[in-house]
């Protein structure tokens, strides 16, 4: 992906239950040049998540893990398990701090896992700016929470 079309083109996509928190990521990342879509929770079943994913066409998915319907790491599963939405990165995003948790995650497909405490809004949009223009170099975060 070309450097400047990481931050003016790109879509997000984000499943978050906390209000504030999808509104806030929502300005900041809109103020950023980026197009932005929040949702409280993924669909009930595999299917809707797969063609809400398909018709949005995010370049990358931020997904918080505990929600209500379905969780972060399940969605993260069904999604890596279709064809048209498994090279999709995700980022997951939340305060679950539990090594075999976030192992757990990264298992089930997420690209890369944030404990969300640990990062300012601005270091986020940061770290999905890098992913986003540097995929082949991209060095996963989770790895320097220990």
Known sequence: ??????????RVLHF???????EM????????GF?????????KSKEELIKLVIDYNPDLIIMDIIMPVMDGEQAT?????????????ILGI??????EDIKSF???GMTDYLINAHYLPSEVIAIIRSLLTNPESYKPQYNREK
């Open 1 to 10: 992906m070309h450097k400047e079309a990481a931050k003016k083109d790109c």
């Open 77 to 89: 599963k069904h999604l890596k398990t279709d064809d048209k939405t498994k090279k999709i990165p």
């Open 25 to 32: 990521y929502g300005v900041k990342l809109s103020k950023e």
């Open 94 to 99: 939340c305060n679950i701090q539990h090594d």
């Open 35 to 43: 197009a932005y879509k929040h949702y409280a929770h993924p669909p």
């Open 106 to 108: 990264i298992k089930a």
């Open 16 to 22: 978050e239950d906390n209000e504030f928190l999808g």
